[in-house]
Every structure is written in C-alpha cells, then in structure tokens.
C-alpha cells in the first residue's frame, strides 16, 4: 500500500497473530503502537496517522486489530491479562523497541497496563478515564442483562452515548461500518469487571498508577470534552507527569474529529524516553 504517491509503503502482516499495518522506519526515536476501541478495528486510526506521515513522514508506526477485532483472529481469553500479552508478543515479532503505547477507550486501560509490565516510552491515552470505578460498579450492576437478550438494547445506549453524531460524515460511516458489537466479544473484554473481586481490582489499578508515577512514564490524556475540576485533580494528583490536551465537540474520538490537531499530539512523543 503505497501512501500519497510516495515511495513508501505500510506492510499489512499478521504479528503473532494480530493483523497490523506497519508504517516507517526504525529510528533512534520511539515507535508509536495504535490500538482501537472495544468493537471498532485498527481503521479508526487511518484519518490521524495520514496526517501524522505529513508532518512526521519517516517515524514508525504500527497499528493493530486486537484479538477477536478486524483481521485479527479470535482468542481463548479476552481478559486484561491475555490482552496486555498478545499485544507484547505482536509488538514483539514487529522487532518494536520501547514504543510509546496509544490506546483509545477500553485500550488506553490495555495501553495503561502494558506500560507498567514492559519497557514503553509513555502512554497516550485517547478519551479514557482511569477513574473507573463508577463505571465498573454500572456494568456489574447490569451483569443479567447485559448476558440475556436485552444486551443490543444495552449497547445501543453505550453507542449513543459517544457521540458520534459529532464527527464529520465520513468518520460516522467508517465507525458505523466497523463497529462489530458481538455480545460474546464484549463480555469477554469485560469479564474482568464483571467476574474480578472490585477491591482486587481497584488494588491493581492503584498499583499500576503508583509504578507509573514513580518512574515517570511520560503520559498525555486526550480528551473530546473539558474535564471537570475533580477529575483533572485527581489525575494531576495521580500522573503529576500527565499532559492534557483538549479537543472540544470531539465526543469519545477525538482523533477522527480533528485528525490533524492528533497528529501533532504524536509528533510531539517523538522524544519520550524513560528508565522503564
């Protein structure tokens, strides 16, 4: 695939078993790794990365489908855990060293939890929350439902609520084309919520932050809405190294929104470096 009639070209393989396009070369800078939101595919990121080879031409790039997700086959677990792995293995057979980890909904926690297990250059997370506590007390309040029939109904609701109606018209039609909200997919990359002990949960995640916090992983929240005092102080209190950016009138993607302003967020993790 050959990108704006240049020499270049973006491999599309399959990295121990997770369907990829790799994009640029390896340099003395970080790699960016993509990963899409639950039930989407790696094609949210098309628009972003486009605009990102315009200004950026020659960094490395990898998008991936995760497990169960786009040309990616589907997988025995889709717990944290299992997911976290099958991205480093990916990652791995790519030949990607110390990549900065870019993660969208669901996937920045995937992003989150990959850079306190294995060697990353900083996390970009892309309208996520890490307060997720009320969210997960929601879900596990509507366990029934969501595994009995009313669970399309369910999804409905979580769909409406991101707002796509917000983004230009093509972006509505590729998520709407790619959105693949299987019932036993989303169950399985929540079966964590719905299935772990809540305090061994809310343990795990104050652990992780406490280890990004202490080697200063370089972390940056973008956001498709303003933040509300208490949520940008307790992330401030939480990630001191965090940097916000806000894109308003995005709602839950702001990197189709405004794919140029994204861009520039990626170039400018170019120079992440830490000791972990």
Same mark, same amino acid.
């Given at each position: 695939?050959?990108?704006?009639?240049?020499?270049?070209?973006?491999?599309?393989?399959?990295?121990?078993?997770?369907?990829?396009?790799?994009?640029?070369?390896?340099?003395?800078?970080?790699?960016?790794?993509?990963?899409?939101?639950?039930?989407?595919?790696?094609?949210?990121?098309?628009?972003?990365?486009?605009?990102?080879?315009?200004?950026?031409?020659?960094?490395?790039?990898?998008?991936?489908?995760?497990?169960?997700?786009?040309?990616?086959? +589907? =997988? *025995?677990?889709?717990? @944290?855990? %299992?997911?976290?792995? /099958?991205?480093?293995? $990916?990652?791995?057979?790519?030949?990607?060293?110390?990549?900065?980890?870019?993660?969208?909904?669901?996937?920045?926690?995937?992003?989150?939890?990959?850079?306190?297990?294995?060697?990353?250059?900083?996390?970009?997370?892309?309208?996520?929350?890490?307060?997720?506590?009320?969210?997960?007390?929601?879900?596990?309040?509507?366990?029934?439902?969501?595994?009995?029939?009313?669970?399309?109904?369910?999804?409905?609701?979580?769909?409406?609520?991101?707002?796509?109606?917000?983004?230009?018209?093509?972006?509505?039609?590729?998520?709407?084309?790619?959105?693949?909200?299987?019932?036993?997919?989303?169950?399985?990359?929540?079966?964590?919520?719905?299935?772990?002990? +809540? =305090? *061994?949960?809310?343990? @795990?995640? %104050?652990?992780?932050? /406490?280890?990004?916090? $202490?080697?200063?992983?370089?972390?940056?929240?973008?956001?498709?809405?303003?933040?509300?005092?208490?949520?940008?102080?307790?992330?401030?209190?939480?990630?001191?190294?965090?940097?916000?950016?806000?894109?308003?009138?995005?709602?839950?993607?702001?990197?189709?929104?405004?794919?140029?302003?994204?861009?520039?967020?990626?170039?400018?993790?170019?120079?992440?470096?830490?000791?972990?």
């Amino acid at each position: 695939m050959t990108h704006d009639g240049d020499a270049r070209h973006a491999h599309e393989g399959t990295y121990a078993g997770l369907s990829a396009e790799l994009d640029g070369t390896s340099d003395q800078r970080p790699p960016l790794v993509l990963l899409h939101g639950l039930t989407f595919d790696r094609s949210m990121w098309n628009a972003a990365l486009a605009e990102h080879r315009r200004i950026d031409p020659a960094r490395q790039t990898m998008s991936l489908d995760l497990p169960g997700h786009g040309r990616s086959a +589907p =997988a *025995e677990s889709y717990g @944290m855990d %299992a997911v976290v792995d /099958a991205v480093h293995d $990916a990652i791995e057979a790519a030949g990607l060293a110390r990549p900065v980890m870019v993660g969208h909904s669901l996937a920045a926690i995937v992003a989150t939890m990959y850079a306190t297990r294995h060697s990353t250059s900083g996390v970009v997370n892309v309208d996520q929350s890490l307060r997720t506590e009320q969210f997960a007390a929601f879900l596990r309040s509507m366990a029934e439902q969501l595994r009995g029939p009313t669970f399309p109904s369910i999804w409905g609701g979580f769909l409406a609520s991101m707002h796509i109606e917000l983004l230009p018209p093509d972006a509505q039609q590729l998520l709407h084309a790619t959105s693949t909200p299987d019932q036993e997919l989303v169950l399985g990359y929540w079966d964590d919520v719905l299935n772990r002990d +809540p =305090a *061994e949960m809310n343990a @795990m995640a %104050a652990a992780g932050l /406490a280890n990004l916090r $202490a080697r200063n992983v370089p972390y940056m929240y973008v956001v498709g809405h303003e933040l509300d005092a208490q949520d940008r102080a307790w992330l401030v209190e939480q990630l001191p190294q965090t940097t916000i950016k806000i894109m308003p009138g995005s709602g839950h993607f702001p990197q189709l929104a405004h794919p140029a302003a994204f861009a520039t967020c990626l170039r400018e993790t170019a120079d992440w470096t830490t000791d972990g």
